[in-house]
């Protein structure tokens, strides 16, 4: 069993960045496909990125493709989110999700651990 704890969310200027940070419990984090998801208030949960438990393989939502990069370092069992040109619609809470011993998925359900999200707020 692993557990996901999301930091470095906070308010960012239209255009700058942040980087968000998902600390995992447990000694078999390179088996753990991760995602990123974020949900703003009154709309569904939305996803951003995937990465393979090795890191070899990522995916990204058409939204964020060129802006948000995925990596993780499964020395420390963290997974990142790299946010560049933020946009005030980036603002949301957002989520890391892991997956264990499948490959990476755009679909929330299918993701069984979850963070307790970190909220990042964008201004214009």
């Known amino acids: 069993q692993v557990q996901l704890v999301e930091s470095g969310g906070g308010l960012a200027q239209a255009g700058g960045s942040l980087r968000l940070s998902c600390a995992a419990s447990?000694?078999?984090?390179?088996?753990?496909?991760m995602g990123w998801f974020r949900q703003a208030p009154g709309r569904e949960r939305e996803f951003l990125a995937a990465i393979s438990g090795s890191g070899g393989s990522t995916y990204y939502a058409d939204s964020v493709k060129g802006r948000f990069t995925i990596s993780r370092d499964n020395a420390k069992n963290t997974v990142y989110l790299q946010m560049n040109n933020l946009k005030p619609e980036d603002a949301a809470v957002y989520y890391c999700?892991?997956?264990?011993?499948?490959?990476?998925?755009?679909?929330?359900?299918?993701?069984?651990?979850w963070g307790q999200g970190t909220q990042v707020t964008v201004s214009s």
């Open positions: 447990g000694r078999t984090f390179s088996s753990y496909a």
């Open positions: 999700a892991g997956r264990l011993r499948l490959g990476w998925s755009m679909t929330a359900g299918t993701y069984n651990h």
